[in-house]
């Protein structure tokens, strides 16, 4: 019987919020929209992490930029707030807030209609390498230590 070294979740998180855009120098209407990042995330099969451990990290990192005008919230003051800058401002975030858990953020799906998603991958970003074998070492020990302790027992 083979074992698994990782569990994973799949989690969606919801940011109600506003935004702008500015195209060849005209600044569009203020709108709306119910933004959605669905993460993937992966941690050690022998570490339990609740589900709701990830879900309050993520929601209280959002918490500021609910209801906002997200032109107005640092870093969107001098980025524009489009699907794919916030998700790429964000998945940094996530991936810290993820990572201080012990977990592992695989990827984010983001999307602002139900038609459209913008995906990044990252397990491919600069310097999460190096993270991500840490945390699959500590994972894999993990692992190790629960086979022996029933090998023991």
Known sequence: MGINLYREYRLKFYLNARHYIIINGHKGDAHPHTWEFTLYIRFGRSSFEEFNTFERGISSYLAPFQNALMNEKEP???????????????SKEFYR??????????????????????????????????RNRDTEKKIRADVMDAVLDNIIK
């Open 76 to 90: 969107f003051d001098t980025i524009m707030p489009t699907l794919e800058n916030m998700t790429d401002y964000f």
């Open 97 to 130: 807030v993820i990572h201080d858990v012990g977990g592992i953020l695989v990827q984010i799906e983001a999307s602002e209609t139900p038609t459209r998603s913008y995906v990044v991958n990252l397990t491919e970003q600069e310097g999460n390498e190096e």
